[in-house]
């Protein structure tokens, strides 16, 4: 072992500067313009995987091929099987007037690496990578038998991924499934994430008149589809913060006194997060401090809003139709098609008459929940122990990995999440970073793992 992590230490430069090569794909799932990079970053990474010694296996999907690296030729029975999941795609990176340097472009400020993706995710499962890496290189044995699935439509809702793991089912049986794709409150509180929130999703549209309408003309005997849709998501929240959706809470199971206890460690300074989020006040539902508000609560968000001008100067129009994206974040145990089915019931029922209404239902993922108390989840706790030196803190993630759920109903197994991002690393905004430390530790933590795992 203590070879091992003397590789880890010896390489580091070269580890960050292969990570730079990797951040420097503009691998953007969501934008067709971007088939061939994803392409060429996929590639990439299978060559890379075999370089550091990983039978890797790039393997065609309908959309973007997946890379399937393993420590082994044949899986033998006796040896425990882990894998790792991880995403070489990206979102976009628009805007990109509000990047401080190009988004593919990496660069490296203090002990932060700056690029689309550095962080989300490709940072993070690129640190198990090397960790492998670092039993691989040094002849030193893994205690257990390990396979990498690094998948290329992650941010676009995994499309092919379930297809796929249910086609490989035999092969990719396993113990648990470690990801690494949360966060952690600090470099001082490594994290296990025992609970994640589900999405659901639905797009909003209200359509009023045939085409656009000289508001002089015709301004005053027409519903504007704009203020119609305005009054409609307005009347979807209350001013306590409760969504107003009839059923919407049913099925939310609440905490427990033990896990209120374990959230309430948390580091959490109100004025801070307010500072750092940049906004007056925090707001939101009513009775729950703020970190189980985001975490632990099921929310529903406007994610975007367009209708009539948006250009320079004034148009006078009634707008033909006003548009809205939503998502809402669930948690255990709502099931995103009901609250789907619930919310479209709703917007029928309290949508005016005077204007049309389609709500067309988006994707969705379950919320998940895994036992912080079973003995992987102990192990996992462990080998944060020794890698950041510190007590590591116990955490719900209000972000949804959906594919989580698709692996225990398909492979039956469980998810370890144990993420490296921290609070400020911007991941889906402009200016994404990883933390280099972050890194660092999570090699180690990753080399840490395996002799933990196995141990069980
Ligand atoms: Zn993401």
Redesign the pocket.
């Given at each position: 072992m203590q070879q091992v992590l003397k590789y880890l230490e010896q390489n580091q430069t070269r580890f960050i500067g292969e990570l730079c090569d990797y951040v420097r794909f503009p691998s953007v799932s969501a934008q067709p313009q971007h088939k061939g990079d994803l392409a060429a970053c996929a590639n990439w990474l299978h060559q890379h995987c075999q370089s550091v010694g990983l039978r890797s296996r790039l393997c065609p999907t309908e959309g973007n091929p997946i890379i399937l690296a393993r420590t082994f030729q044949q899986a033998s029975r006796s040896r425990p099987h882990f894998l790792v999941y991880g995403q070489y795609d990206v979102?976009p990176a628009e805007p990109f007037e509000l990047w401080q340097s190009p988004p593919f472009e990496p660069r490296i400020a203090g002990r932060s690496l700056f690029g689309r993706g550095a962080c989300?995710?490709k940072g993070q499962h690129f640190a198990h990578l090397k960790a492998v890496e670092g039993y691989l290189k040094t002849g030193t044995e893994l205690p257990c038998e390990l396979t990498f699935l690094i998948e290329g439509e992650?941010?676009v809702g995994c499309t092919h991924l379930g297809a796929f793991l249910k086609s490989n089912r035999e092969e990719l049986k396993c113990e648990a499934i470690v990801i690494s794709d949360t966060g952690i409150p600090s470099l001082k509180h490594p994290a296990l994430t025992y609970s994640l929130r589900g999405i659901a999703a639905i797009e909003v549209e209200v359509r009023g008149p045939s085409r656009d309408l000289h508001s002089g003309i015709y301004g005053g005997s027409v519903e504007n589809p704009a203020m119609a849709l305005c009054q409609l998501l307005g009347k979807l929240r209350d001013k306590n913060g409760r969504i107003t959706i009839p059923g919407f809470y049913d099925d939310v199971v609440p905490l427990t006194s033990y896990e209120r206890k374990q959230l309430a460690r948390l580091p959490f300074n109100e004025k801070e997060h307010r500072d750092f989020l940049g906004v007056p006040k925090l707001f939101g539902e009513k009775g729950y401090p703020p970190v189980e508000q985001r975490s632990a609560r099921p929310t529903l968000e406007i994610n975007g809003l367009t209708s009539g001008y948006q250009g320079d100067g004034s148009k006078t129009i009634i707008p033909a139709w006003a548009r809205a994206k939503i998502t809402m974040r669930l948690v255990p145990n709502q099931k995103p098609a009901r609250i789907i089915k619930l919310a479209q019931q709703h917007l029928k029922r309290i949508c005016p008459p005077a204007v049309r209404l389609e709500v067309k239902p988006g994707h969705g993922g379950e919320p998940y929940l895994v036992s912080p108390t079973s003995r992987k989840a102990q192990a996992a706790l462990r080998a944060l122990k020794t890698a950041f030196g510190c007590e590591p803190v116990l955490l719900r993630e209000g972000g949804s990995i959906p594919i989580v759920t698709d692996f225990k109903k398909i492979l039956g197994a469980d998810a370890l999440m144990l993420g490296l991002a921290l609070p400020d690393d911007n991941?889906?905004s402009p200016n994404e970073k990883f933390s280099l430390d972050c890194f660092e530790k999570g090699m180690r933590m990753g080399a840490w793992l395996w002799q933990e795992l196995a141990q069980n």
């Open positions: 979102l989300d995710n992650e941010e991941p889906h």
